[in-house]
Nanobody, 121 residues
Framework: QVQLVESGGGSVQPGGSLRLSCAASGSIFSINVMGWYRQAPGKQRELVATITSGGVTNIADSVKGRFTISRDNAKNTVYLQMNSLKPEDTAVYYC???????????????WGQGTQVTVSS
């Protein structure tokens, strides 16, 4: 009923930039926290950044100073601006909503399909 649609992934050279977008669709009353995770081959999925509806952000130390998370509450859309990309940023990036309120109740731990980000020369 609630879907997260991601876009903006691709391949870039080290030092390049990308902006990821994730839009939540369906009958939605409200979303508090939205965020991004990433998973590289052979590694566990890790939290990249989160943002609340009030604009409070949490950024992983590994990307702090390079990545910025933002959102448009009216559109239920979250963005991840990625600058100064490094090869170690290569991963599948997943949009995540821990909880969303809908007319049918609460949906927990909703995930996007993932979008590939590749950083290489």
């Amino acid at each position: 009923q609630v879907q997260l649609v991601e876009s903006g992934g691709g391949s870039v050279q080290p030092g390049g930039s990308l902006r990821l977008s994730c839009a939540a669709s369906g009958s939605i009353f409200s979303i508090n926290v939205m965020g991004w995770y990433r998973q590289a081959p052979g590694k566990q999925r890790e939290l990249v950044a989160t943002i609340t509806s009030g604009g409070v952000t949490n950024i992983a130390d590994s990307v702090k100073g390079r990545f910025t998370i933002s959102r448009d509450n009216a559109k239920n859309t979250v963005y991840l601006q990625m600058n100064s990309l490094k090869p170690e940023d290569t991963a599948v990036y997943y949009c995540n909503v821990p909880a969303v309120t809908t007319p049918r109740g609460f949906w927990r731990d909703v995930w996007g399909q993932g979008t590939q980000v590749t950083v290489s020369s």
